[in-house]
């Protein structure tokens, strides 16, 4: 009974314990859940802090860029309001002088025929010509060139001239002392010529000078109705040349049109065609003495007319390597002398030239007229000109040229060997006119 009594005491205990434990264990339980919740929170705080001071941070460098565009486009602002002011018509001192360019033109020949040291021709050394030329522009609608040739015994004024364009679609307008547009050469100066000299063509019928008076000039660019892009050009001057007209003793107008038509064959070729004529009068009192010209003499007409020719190819990429160039001319001069006589004289040149690389050109040059004087019918002059360039830079040249001359006006052959050699300072370098 007493033992009974024990067990039931144990048993009472033991389920009065169970459900502390229980309550225990669950306790435990919870504690452990509310520090992962407490750690858990920690974290998500941390996380949203981070990514606050991210935020802020791109912010910040977001508004650095905005200040940045923001003073770069004032910076900006104020670099095109300067030069806004500048085009608007402000000046520098420097602006205002003229572009200034000198050239020299320096020829070395040797006769081969004896004597070749004495005579009027003689072998040796020459300084042709010092060329000052310059240039400005005077306003927006016109701009002057002149040329002033220095020679060894002299100076004279080789071109003064201004030009207006822009005012008239398809018109410009010179006026002053120039160079005739009579064809292509003649307006060329001698420094910038593909050979030494003038063809003799232009020598015996215009004049050792060619072409070169005092006057006006319109040039009108037609509207293109053919698939060719075409110029006429009309000039008055006084006839100053005393080769054809009356010199300046009576400078009686000459008039003078040209007709430039010109084609783009492909994209590497083009061809140009030109017509010329010129008309004035001359007042020789002498048929004999075609260069005497007396004002109180009865006036008699001139007539000129030329057509020239230039077929040139160049291809595109390679331009500063390969081209080809073949160049003519003829011209036509009929003079009305006293006592209803008349002169009349034919003439003309032909070459071809070639880049052989970047430095190096060559080329060849025929030449045949009729001399410049009455009863010159089965009278003539011609001459080859074989010839080759070497270019050291843009600014220097040099040339070796063979000149081999006959015809009916000379008892022998004549040969001539010539060394040229070209310089430029300047912005214009070996500019042709």
């Not at 830079?393 to 001359?405: D, I, K, N, P, T």
Request: hydrophobic residues 40%; contains cysteine; charged residues 20%.
């Amino acid at each position: 009974m007493k033992l009974s009594w024990k067990i039931l005491c144990v048993l009472f205990i033991f389920f009065l314990l169970i459900p502390v434990h229980s309550q225990a264990q669950e306790q435990q339980k919870s504690g452990k859940d509310s520090t992962v919740q407490i750690l858990l929170e920690k974290v998500q705080r941390l996380e949203k802090r981070t990514q606050s001071l991210e935020a802020q941070q791109q912010q910040s460098e977001l508004q650095k860029l905005r200040e940045e565009a923001q003073t770069a486009a004032v910076e900006q602002s104020k670099e095109e309001k300067k030069t806004k002011v500048f085009r608007g018509g402000q000046r520098a001192l420097q602006a205002i002088n003229p572009e200034i360019s000198v050239t020299g033109d320096f020829l070395s020949h040797y006769i081969a025929e004896s004597p070749h040291h004495a005579g009027l021709e003689r072998s040796g050394n020459n300084f042709r010509v010092l060329g000052l030329h310059f240039r400005s522009d005077l306003d927006p609608f016109s701009y002057t060139k002149i040329a002033v040739e220095i020679h060894p015994k002299g100076a004279e004024l080789g071109e003064a001239y201004a030009v207006w364009s822009g005012q008239i679609p398809g018109f410009s307008f010179m006026a002053g002392k120039f160079r005739q547009q009579f064809g292509v050469v003649n307006r060329w100066h001698a420094h910038s010529l593909d050979q030494i000299f003038f063809p003799p063509a232009i020598q015996e019928l215009f004049g050792p000078e060619g072409l070169n008076q005092t006057g006006f000039s319109i040039d009108w660019t037609l509207p293109k109705i053919l698939p060719a892009t075409q110029q006429f050009t009309v000039q008055m001057t006084n006839g100053q040349n005393e080769h054809l007209f009356s010199g300046e003793f009576y400078s009686a107008p000459a008039f003078l049109a040209h007709l430039k038509n010109y084609y783009d064959i492909t994209r590497d070729v083009y061809f140009e065609l030109g017509l010329s004529g010129m008309w004035g009068k001359n007042h020789v009192n002498d048929a004999h003495s075609l260069t005497v010209n007396n004002d109180a003499a009865p006036a008699h007409s001139t007539v000129v007319g030329g057509l020239d020719f230039t077929l040139f190819w160049e291809p595109l990429n390679r331009a500063h390597y390969r081209n080809f160039l073949w160049r003519s001319e003829l011209f036509y001069v009929q003079k009305d002398l006293p006592l209803q006589e008349q002169l009349t004289a034919f003439g003309g040149y032909s070459y071809i030239q070639t880049k052989l690389g970047e430095r190096w050109e060559i080329g060849v040059r025929g030449d045949w007229t009729q001399p410049f004087a009455l009863g010159n019918a089965g009278e003539h002059i011609f001459q080859i000109v074989p010839y080759v360039t070497w270019w050291q830079s843009h600014w220097v040249r040099m040339r070796l040229e063979f000149q081999h001359r006959d015809g009916t006006l000379f008892t022998g052959a004549e040969n001539r060997a010539w060394l040229q050699l070209t310089w430029a300072a300047g912005p214009h370098k070996h500019e042709r006119y």
